[in-house]
């Protein structure tokens, strides 16, 4: 029998391996302040100093979460109605009330379908959704850049996963015509903007494929929810709402609240409720978080656009003045990829160093090979923080 030193000594050799490949993760000591970064690093005489960095890290695309103008307005008229603050207990016991319900029912109106349902995370979400969904019967056709949580809910499920080129909707075709008929369910999964890429999925051409070859599609919007399509997302914005199954979202980025959610079919908003275990077996989200979320997309975000016009115009800007640089994507998430991890985290550090907070991302959140500097934008930024970090980085060498 091994010992519990043996155990470690394997764990401690697979962190030196990440080290010594330049993939070693760290939680930093962080602080955000509204489009900033106050980063505590520690000096070599032990002390810590603050550094204040314009934050291009945050998937907090509209600034949400530091409007506090937003906040203190909602604090007013959550705390003034008595509401409770959490509610410890699964949803399907005692976890929940009117908001959870007032909120999946704007949902279903926004989105124009049937029902929605609140889940814990956009992880949350995937799992439980592919894992309940399909079975070993079953096949998935993924986007080979989909997110690791549609991966893992479909590898629980133990249904047979074929992956397709990126975006590549004639790969997908061969695929289907040559395996979808081997499987009883089959289901096509996409995201709308890639996380990682900051590219768009043809929704139009995936419901094509759909409905040619009889299997569900599956659209997450984690990352476009909120900004595309007058703040609904990208199947609305290319007129594809009716011809998408399912589609998840989350609160966690644009909405800058917690959370995520499905909207669907009621039957298959049902089939959820008594079937997926990450809903079942997982304590609510917390009330407040819920209310916020609610506020946010009905006082603000579904409201009017100025906020989404603000984040295109700083898009804009950005990849024009950066046009000598290969920037992937269309969107304002604008990765610089340069393939080897040490060039990735040097760059990283060289940014920071000058007030710039744009991390490393590596294997394994991208493939091998493409470490990247993933460049997000967000709403609360101006004109004149894109015109620096362009001139800086158009004169790093890489």
């Given at each position: ?243 998408v199954d399912l589609i998840l979202a989350t609160f966690g980025k644009a909405i800058g609240s917690y959370g995520a959610f499905v909207v669907g079919s009621g039957i298959l908003i049902d089939y959820l409720i008594n079937f997926a275990r990450s809903f079942i077996f997982s304590t609510t989200l917390p009330e407040i978080s819920v209310a916020f979320s609610y506020f946010a997309l009905r006082e603000c975000i579904l409201k009017n656009n100025a906020l989404q016009k603000k984040l295109f115009l700083l898009n804009d800007t950005l990849r024009t003045l950066l046009k000598e640089r290969e920037i992937l994507g ?69």
């Amino acid at each position: 029998m091994k010992s519990s030193g043996e155990c470690f000594a394997f764990y401690s050799n697979a962190l030196n391996e990440l080290k010594n490949h330049s993939s070693f993760r760290q939680i930093r000591d962080i602080k955000q302040d509204g489009k900033y970064i106050i980063l505590n690093e520690t000096q070599n005489n032990g002390f810590q100093t603050p550094k204040k960095l314009l934050n291009f890290s945050s998937n907090d695309y509209l600034g949400i979460s530091s409007d506090t103008v937003l906040r203190n307005s909602f604090l007013k008229e959550y705390l003034s109605s008595g509401a409770k603050i959490s509610n410890p207990s699964a949803r399907l016991l005692c976890g929940t009330n009117s908001v959870y319900k007032e909120l999946e029912e704007f949902l279903s109106k926004v989105f124009n379908k049937e029902r929605a349902l609140i889940f814990n995370s956009g992880y949350h979400g995937n799992v439980g959704v592919y894992s309940s969904l399909l079975n070993s019967d079953d096949v998935v056709f993924v986007d080979k850049l989909n997110h690791a949580s549609i991966i893992d809910g479909i590898r629980l499920s133990k249904a047979q996963i074929i992956p397709y080129k990126h975006l590549d909707y004639e790969d997908l075709r061969a695929k289907l015509a040559k395996y979808r008929g081997k499987y009883k369910k089959a289901i096509i999964s996409s995201e709308s903007l890639f996380s990682m890429d900051g590219d768009i999925a043809d929704i139009n051409k995936l419901a094509d494929l759909k409905e040619e070859f009889d299997t569900l599609l599956i659209i997450d919007e984690a990352h476009s929810f909120g900004v595309y399509g007058d703040g609904v997302g990208i199947c609305k914005e290319q007129n594809a709402l009716s011809r998408v199954d399912l589609i998840l979202a989350t609160f966690g980025k644009a909405i800058g609240s917690y959370g995520a959610f499905v909207v669907g079919s009621g039957i298959l908003i049902d089939y959820l409720i008594n079937f997926a275990r990450s809903f079942i077996f997982s304590t609510t989200l917390p009330e407040i978080s819920v209310a916020f979320s609610y506020f946010a997309l009905r006082e603000c975000i579904l409201k009017n656009n100025a906020l989404q016009k603000k984040l295109f115009l700083l898009n804009d800007t950005l990849r024009t003045l950066l046009k000598e640089r290969e920037i992937l994507g269309e969107s304002y998430i604008a990765p610089v990829v340069l393939r080897e991890n040490e060039k990735a985290v040097m760059a990283s550090k060289t940014l920071i160093k000058n007030g710039f907070y744009i991390l490393p991302v590596r294997y394994p959140t991208v493939a091998k090979n493409t470490a990247r500097l993933r460049i997000s934008l967000n709403s609360g930024m101006e004109v004149e923080d894109i015109k620096r970090l362009a001139d800086f980085l158009n004169g790093m060498k890489f």
